[in-house]
C-alpha cells in the first residue's frame, strides 16, 4: 500500500484516492501528457542510454520486496517508489513536483503486510503494472492467458515503456533501473525482446513454507480491507491481485490452471488452491527456461532459503548477475538481517503437508525441492 503514513496502513487518503481516481478516468490524456513531457526532456533523454534494466520477479512472498531493496542501495540504481502513485505515467514532472512540495520524510513504519520490512514513501517498491495496464486489458483476466512472449506485439507500450524508464532515470539521476513486479512472470521472453540485456531474477520458495505466507498474507489483506471501498479501489488500480477480497489466479496459458485454482479457492480449499498454484506458475517458468536457452543464461534463479541460509554468498551471486559492482558494506550489513521469518502464527497439519506435497512433486524438483 502507498498510504503508509496512517494508522492502519491498509486506510488510502481522501486525496489520494481522488487523484488515483482522476487518473483512471482521464488515462488517454495522461497518455498524452507523458509523450509531451518525453518531448520537452528529449535533449536530456537522448544522452542516456538504457542499459541493462533488472527484473526482479516471482510469485509473490518469495523474497521480491528484500531483493530489491538490497539493488536499490546501489547508487547507480533507480526504482519506483511509493510516492509515484498516482501519477506513475509521467514520472519527471511528478518527481519535481513532489520534491518541491515535500518538506520532510515520515518515519518508518512496518509495511501492510505486517512483515519485518520498513518502509516510507521514498521506499522501492512495484508500481510499473499501472503502465503495463495501459496498454494490456487482458493482464488480470483469469479466463485467458496472461501470458507475453516474443511473439507478442505492442509498439506503442515498447516505446512508451522506454521512454518511461528514461524518464524516471533522469529524474532520479540513476543509470540503471531495478524492477520489482511479480506479474512480469509471464513476461520474461517478451521483456528480453524489449531488452536484449535485461537481466532476470527469479526468486522461489520452498512450497510448504511459502504457502503459509501466501496464506497469511490474504487473510490479512481481506481482514484489513473489509468496508474498506479505498484500500479496494487503491489495489485494482496499482494492479495488486495477489491477495484479498479482489484475489485472482495468473493464468500461464492453456496448460496453466487458473480457473481451476479460482475454483478450489472458491470452495474454500485454499491448501489445495494455493498448491495448485504454486505449481502452475512455477511449472510454467521451469518449461519456459528449460526450451528457451537465451532466456536461460539471463534469468539467475535465487532459492529463498539460500539467501536465509547463505546471504554473503547468495548476494554476492545476485551482483555479479545482475552487473553491479556491490557498495562496500552492503552485503555485510544485511547478513544479520536476512534469516526465515519466525513470526508465523499458522502451520500446515500432516494432511495439508500431504496435499502440498501431492500437487507440487513434480514442479517442485525442478527447483531442488
Given at each position: 500500500?502507498?498510504?503508509?503514513?496512517?494508522?492502519?496502513?491498509?486506510?488510502?487518503?481522501?486525496?489520494?484516492?481522488?487523484?488515483?481516481?482522476?487518473?483512471?478516468?482521464?488515462?488517454?490524456?495522461?497518455?498524452?501528457?507523458?509523450?509531451?513531457?518525453?518531448?520537452?526532456?528529449?535533449?536530456?533523454?537522448?544522452?542516456?542510454?538504457?542499459?541493462?534494466?533488472?527484473?526482479?520477479?516471482?510469485?509473490?512472498?518469495a523474497?521480491?520486496?528484500?531483493?530489491?531493496?538490497?539493488?536499490?542501495?546501489?547508487?547507480a540504481?533507480?526504482?519506483?517508489?511509493?510516492?509515484?502513485?498516482?501519477?506513475?505515467?509521467?514520472?519527471?514532472?511528478?518527481?519535481?513536483?513532489?520534491?518541491?512540495?515535500?518538506?520532510?520524510?515520515?518515519?518508518?513504519?512496518?509495511?501492510?503486510?505486517?512483515?519485518?520490512?520498513?518502509?516510507?514513501?521514498?521506499?522501492?517498491?512495484a508500481?510499473?503494472?499501472?503502465?503495463?495496464?495501459?496498454?494490456?486489458?487482458?493482464?488480470?483476466?483469469?479466463?485467458?492467458?496472461?501470458?507475453?512472449?516474443?511473439?507478442t506485439?505492442?509498439?506503442a507500450?515498447?516505446?512508451?515503456?522506454?521512454?518511461?524508464?528514461?524518464?524516471?532515470?533522469?529524474?532520479?539521476?540513476?543509470?540503471?533501473?531495478?524492477?520489482?513486479?511479480?506479474?512480469?512472470?509471464?513476461?520474461?521472453?517478451?521483456?528480453?525482446?524489449?531488452?536484449?540485456?535485461?537481466?532476470?531474477?527469479?526468486?522461489?520458495?520452498?512450497?510448504?513454507?511459502?504457502?503459509?505466507?501466501?496464506?497469511?498474507?490474504?487473510?490479512?489483506?481481506?481482514?484489513?480491507?473489509?468496508?474498506?471501498?479505498?484500500?479496494?479501489?487503491?489495489?485494482?488500480?496499482?494492479?495488486?491481485?495477489?491477495?484479498?477480497?479482489?484475489?485472482?489466479?495468473?493464468?500461464?496459458?492453456?496448460?496453466?490452471?487458473?480457473?481451476?485454482?479460482?475454483?478450489?479457492?472458491?470452495?474454500?480449499?485454499?491448501?489445495?488452491?494455493?498448491?495448485?498454484?504454486?505449481?502452475?506458475?512455477?511449472?510454467?517458468?521451469?518449461?519456459?527456461?528449460?526450451?528457451?536457452?537465451?532466456?536461460r543464461?539471463?534469468?539467475?534463479?535465487?532459492?529463498?532459503?539460500?539467501?536465509?541460509?547463505?546471504?554473503?554468498?547468495?548476494?554476492?551471486a545476485?551482483?555479479?548477475?545482475?552487473?553491479?559492482?556491490?557498495?562496500?558494506?552492503?552485503?555485510?550489513?544485511?547478513?544479520?538481517?536476512?534469516?526465515?521469518?519466525?513470526?508465523?502464527?499458522?502451520?500446515?497439519?500432516?494432511?495439508?503437508?500431504?496435499?502440498?506435497?501431492?500437487?507440487?512433486?513434480e514442479?517442485?524438483?525442478?527447483?531442488?525441492?
Amino acid at each position: 500500500m502507498s498510504e503508509i503514513a496512517q494508522p492502519n496502513p491498509f486506510q488510502v487518503t481522501g486525496w489520494a484516492h481522488a487523484l488515483g481516481g482522476l487518473v483512471e478516468r482521464h488515462k488517454p490524456t495522461l497518455l498524452r501528457l507523458a509523450a509531451l513531457e518525453t518531448r520537452l526532456l528529449d535533449e536530456q533523454l537522448a544522452g542516456r542510454p538504457l542499459r541493462a534494466p533488472v527484473y526482479i520477479s516471482g510469485l509473490a512472498r518469495a523474497g521480491t520486496t528484500i531483493l530489491l531493496e538490497i539493488l536499490s542501495r546501489h547508487p547507480a540504481v533507480a526504482t519506483h517508489q511509493y510516492r509515484d502513485y498516482p501519477l506513475i505515467l509521467v514520472p519527471y514532472w511528478w518527481d519535481r513536483l513532489l520534491r518541491y512540495m515535500e518538506t520532510k520524510t515520515a518515519a518508518p513504519r512496518t509495511r501492510a503486510h505486517g512483515d519485518r520490512i520498513q518502509v516510507t514513501q521514498h521506499s522501492p517498491e512495484a508500481m510499473e503494472e499501472a503502465i503495463w495496464m495501459a496498454f494490456f486489458e487482458h493482464l488480470h483476466d483469469q479466463r485467458v492467458s496472461n501470458v507475453l512472449d516474443r511473439s507478442t506485439s505492442n509498439p506503442a507500450f515498447a516505446a512508451f515503456y522506454r521512454e518511461h524508464i528514461g524518464k524516471l532515470l533522469l529524474a532520479r539521476g540513476a543509470a540503471r533501473y531495478v524492477s520489482k513486479a511479480n506479474y512480469n512472470v509471464t513476461r520474461f521472453a517478451y521483456l528480453q525482446e524489449v531488452f536484449p540485456d535485461a537481466r532476470f531474477v527469479l526468486p522461489v520458495r520452498q512450497p510448504e513454507t511459502h504457502l503459509v505466507s501466501l496464506m497469511r498474507q490474504h487473510r490479512r489483506f481481506c481482514e484489513g480491507l473489509a468496508d474498506n471501498p479505498k484500500g479496494r479501489e487503491h489495489l485494482r488500480r496499482v494492479g495488486h491481485f495477489e491477495f484479498g477480497p479482489e484475489r485472482r489466479a495468473i493464468n500461464t496459458g492453456p496448460e496453466g490452471r487458473a480457473a481451476g485454482v479460482a475454483e478450489l479457492w472458491a470452495r474454500g480449499e485454499e491448501v489445495r488452491g494455493w498448491a495448485r498454484y504454486w505449481a502452475s506458475v512455477h511449472g510454467f517458468l521451469a518449461a519456459q527456461l528449460a526450451r528457451d536457452d537465451t532466456l536461460r543464461c539471463a534469468v539467475m534463479v535465487l532459492r529463498y532459503e539460500d539467501l536465509c541460509a547463505e546471504p554473503e554468498a547468495t548476494l554476492a551471486a545476485l551482483f555479479a548477475h545482475v552487473e553491479l559492482e556491490p557498495p562496500a558494506g552492503l552485503i555485510e550489513a544485511y547478513r544479520g538481517k536476512l534469516a526465515a521469518p519466525s513470526y508465523y502464527d499458522q502451520r500446515l497439519t500432516d494432511e495439508e503437508a500431504a496435499i502440498v506435497a501431492e500437487e507440487t512433486a513434480e514442479v517442485r524438483r525442478r527447483f531442488g525441492y
